[in-house]
């Protein structure tokens, strides 16, 4: 049983003055796996958060199924194992940091003790201890990001959702969310992210999908989506002179130092063969792989170069 | 279930004491019943009537607006400020949301209906000479009364903006003053389908005036405990009708 499914999921939103209606969601349809970490990316307005308001139960969808542990959204008690943190999230002011985190524990009919326990675990966690007294209104982006972070978390989910977690967040806020990220798979977690930052999704992912426009563009695992995808592969040879390697293009020199950019991994092996064999050295062969990003502008600009990492620069 | 409304209730009258406006609202409440002591000295012979009328209507009058006042923001700022979301998300549903708000705000109006009755009963024993029994009756009314706008500003709130909400629920509470004047009409209005209208429009806002027995404090006529017990049954039965209806209208709403 999946965790997490969106079958054909389809949703539009009022909008403007006259409560015109506009298409966020045409057709949404993935599904979760336990103990996954899922990467839902795409660029902003893509309907990334419409997307997970309606698998919350926030938004009613207009057509197709959303389902938690095999539960339609709108069921509160789908969400007991589940952990949510909002987009920018917003806490309530005149509460402190630790009385938040509390006041969702009771939500979750936790008893006490074990609520100030979690309470102070998480709070420990997301690196909060000395600021967990103050009042929240007083708290930063960052701050109130790790909060958020904790709260998600009081109630020991099976499902974590995590509405853009990196956003507002420093370099080493974005670390310490990429620890808890990874901890969580760990221990088992189903993650499902929004992100349209693509490293941290690369880094982190075990599958995406790609939300544009109001549909899923491509589903995949990072693995196979970035696998074999070299673009080209950045050669450097020592103790030769251009003219030695016939039919490559010198990109640069120094000294006796060549660089060469291929794009073909036989031009590779014959590159290789060619320098040993004119009594050079090969110093250094690094390969550039297409990066989630190429994939994912790629994609979205319907440019296939880019998007299947078939691009190709052939030798000189 | 009860936990989460409880969790709700409580965070709800913590939000709700935080507010300066609250003390605000008491302290004028304070101050309006005091200078009913300086304005008893005009009158001759009715000093204790002045001081026990002025002082119940401040009570009325200042608990109505704390219930408007807050009443009107509950759902909606929550919806406004998206602090709903992270609530939502948890295994709460829409009616304990809506209950558990309706009910942190009669914690809220509670005590400080409480705070001003002491207040209030404390003023009319230093006149009086001996403690006003009879006003608890009236004091309790009050605050059923107040039950009744608060589900109704909640149900508005749970649909419109603080503004029309605030606008709605005066309107229900000034015509839940006047219905009794339907109940009358009804023997009276030509025709059987009118005379149905009539009562369906009785039966729909609230009868607001079987809580003012303040008239009849004044004067020292008592108020019967069977008359105490139906009002309280029909302020519990109207409240809950409304917080139902607040409910269907709130379970269909986006949260956008």
């Known amino acids: 049983m999946s965790v997490v499914r969106f079958e054909h999921v389809a949703k539009s939103l009022p909008y403007g003055f006259w409560l015109r209606r506009k298409q966020v969601l045409l057709d949404v349809s993935l599904t979760v796996e336990r103990g996954e970490v899922y990467g839902f990316l795409g660029p902003n307005g893509s309907g ?149 930052i693509l490293a941290d999704a690369e880094a982190l992912c075990d599958r995406v999908g790609l939300l544009f426009e109001g549909k899923i563009v491509r589903e995949s695992g990072v693995d196979e989506l970035l696998e074999g995808r070299v673009q080209y592969w950045d050669a450097t040879c020592d103790d030769l002179q251009a003219e030695q390697v016939p039919g490559y293009r010198c990109r640069a020199t120094q000294g006796d130092r060549l660089y060469f950019r291929i794009t073909d991994a036989d031009d590779l092996d014959r590159w290789i063969d060619i320098v040993r064999q004119a009594g050079g050295r090969v110093v250094q062969v690094s390969p550039h792989r297409h990066t989630l990003e190429d994939f994912f502008i790629g994609t979205i600009r319907g440019d296939r170069r880019l998007a299947d990492g078939t691009g190709s620069e052939g030798p000189a | 279930m009860i936990g989460r409304i409880a969790a709700i209730a409580t965070h709800t009258f913590k939000e709700a004491v935080r507010d300066r406006i609250l003390v605000l609202f008491v302290l004028f409440a304070f101050a309006m019943m005091a200078a009913s002591t300086v304005l008893s000295w005009l009158t001759v012979g009715s000093e204790l009537k002045i001081v026990t009328d002025l002082g119940l209507g ?134 059987a389908a009118t005379q149905y209208l009539v009562s369906m429009l009785y039966y729909a806002l609230p009868d607001l005036e079987t809580f003012n027995v303040r008239s009849r404090v004044v004067h020292g006529l008592p108020v019967g405990r069977d008359y105490v017990l139906d009002a309280i049954g029909y302020g519990l039965a109207y409240s809950a009708g409304m917080l139902t209806i607040a409910t269907i209208l709130f379970r269909r709403r986006d949260l956008t």
């Not at chain 2, 009443?71 to 809506?98: C, D, M, N």
């Open chain 1, 48 to 196: 990334k958060t419409t997307s997970l308001k309606c698998l919350l139960g926030l938004l009613r969808p207009d057509a197709g199924t959303v389902e938690i542990f095999g539960r339609p959204g709108n069921d509160p008690d789908a969400r007991r194992k589940l952990g949510y943190l909002p987009e920018h999230p917003y806490f309530y002011p005149h509460l402190t940091g630790r009385e938040l985190v509390d006041y969702f524990g009771r939500l979750f009919d936790l008893p006490s003790d074990v609520r100030r326990r979690r309470t102070d675990e998480l709070i420990e966690l997301v690196g909060m201890a000395d600021k967990a007294a103050q009042p929240i209104k007083q708290y930063s982006k960052g701050m109130m990001q790790r909060i958020g972070m904790a709260q998600a978390l009081i109630n020991d989910p099976d499902l974590v959702i995590l509405d853009e977690p990196m956003s507002g967040l420093d370099p080493i806020g974005r670390r310490e969310v990429k620890d808890i990220i990874l901890d969580l798979k760990a221990r088992g977690t189903t993650v499902l992210f929004s992100s349209h």
């Open chain 2, 58 to 191: 401040a009570l009325a009058l200042f608990g109505t607006m704390i219930a408007i006042f807050i009443g009107i923001t509950l759902v909606h700022k929550e919806v406004e400020k998206k602090t709903i979301y992270a609530v939502l998300a948890k295994p709460v549903s829409r009616w304990q949301f809506l209950v558990g708000k309706y009910c942190g705000l009669m914690l809220t109006l509670a005590i400080v209906t409480g705070l001003m009755a002491v207040f209030y009963l404390a003023l009319v024993w230093w006149k009086a000479g001996e403690f006003p029994v009879h006003l608890l009756a009236a004091v309790l009314l009050t605050y059923m009364e107040l039950s009744i706008i608060t589900a109704v500003a909640i149900l508005f709130s749970s649909f419109t903006t603080p503004m029309l909400a605030a606008v709605f629920t005066v309107a229900v509470y000034v015509v839940g003053h006047l219905t009794w004047g339907l109940a009358s009409f009804v023997e009276v209005a030509p025709g």
